[in-house]
């Protein structure tokens, strides 16, 4: 069975994020995990997805004039991911 392809959003320390990447990790969810997404900088969370090898896409909410002009920053960022899930692991945006 081909594995599907997960970008995790997230914005604290992580635990709902590494009780994801645990389950990948043990075969529980059949995923690979190519990003995660975090709207807070300097979350502990970015720094357990680096020590994970997956790429982080920062998205501070703070940095955009819009909602709209937010929300096309984390589409455009994950497309190239071409996400099977998305899970929100503690996003609240």
């Not at 914005?11 to 043990?26: F, K, M, P, Q, T």
């Not at 975090?38 to 970015?46: F, W, Y």
Request: hydrophobic share 45%; glycine share 6%; aromatic share 8%.
């Amino acid at each position: 069975m081909t594995k599907k392809k997960m970008v995790i959003f997230a914005s604290g320390r992580g635990s709902n994020a590494i009780a994801l990447h645990d389950a990948v990790e043990n075969g529980t969810i059949n995923a690979e995990i190519k990003a995660l997404v975090c709207d807070i900088p300097g979350a502990p969370v970015m720094d357990r997805a680096r020590e994970w090898g997956i790429p982080v896409i920062l998205a501070d909410r703070k940095s955009f004039d819009s909602k709209a002009a937010f929300e096309k920053y984390i589409l455009d960022a994950i497309e190239p991911y071409q996400a099977d899930i998305i899970c929100l692991a503690g996003f609240m945006r």
